[in-house]
């Protein structure tokens, strides 16, 4: 062996060493045992708060001076079902149907008054309802005011009353 193999032979054996010291390390075992979570069923009906936005014919329009179109915005309000539906997830969480026992809670109605005004901004107004809990009302506006927006106008507004139901119970019908 000559004097210039020697780096080339220095390099073999640290990598030989390495080779066996990565071979004789054994394995790290964690200290905690994890245990696998149980997995609950869904119930059926944990599906409920289904919005059924107004169509074109159960609108009632108090005036539209910007000259909207007003098939787009059924459309429009079409589009927005999921988001009041994730507004209303609380209140159907505390008053969930019972369907085994056949109690059913009533759906919820809310009649709202949308005024649009040039800018593209709402200014919702609850004109009726048939449940008494404030904190829903005021997520159903809030929902409105901070996430609808409508493409603006030249001039003037327009007002709508909308009718909205959510379902407290939706099953499927595969009939």
């Known amino acids: 062996m000559q004097v210039r193999d ?6 073999v054996l640290v990598f030989a060493g390495l080779l066996l010291g990565v071979y004789y390390i054994k394995p790290y ?11 609950e069923e869904p119930q059926w009906h944990a599906f409920t ?16 001076s910007a000259d909207r179109d ?5 459309r ?5 079902a999921a988001g009041l539906h994730f ?9 969930n149907c019972v369907a085994a026992r056949g109690e059913n809670s009533p759906d919820v109605v809310l009649g709202i008054k ?11 107004e609850i004109l009726f309802s048939n449940i008494s809990d404030e904190n829903f009302k005021g997520l159903v506006l809030s929902q409105i005011q901070t996430y609808w927006r409508y493409p ?16 407290s119970c939706y099953r499927h019908n595969s009939n």
């Open 87 to 95: 507004a209303a997830a609380d209140y159907f969480k505390k008053h």
């Open 6 to 11: 020697l780096p080339i032979f220095f390099l």
């Open 49 to 64: 708060g289904r919005v059924v936005m107004p169509s074109l014919d159960d609108m009632y329009v108090l005036g539209n």
């Open 114 to 124: 949308l005024t649009l005004d040039s800018l593209g901004i709402f200014e919702p």
């Open 29 to 39: 075992k964690p200290v905690v045992s994890i245990v696998p979570v149980a997995e």
């Open 152 to 167: 603006r106008s030249e001039q003037g507004n327009l007002e709508v009353w909308v009718p909205v139901v959510w379902k």
């Open 70 to 74: 007003l098939l787009q915005f059924e």
């Open 76 to 80: 429009f309000l079409q589009g927005r």
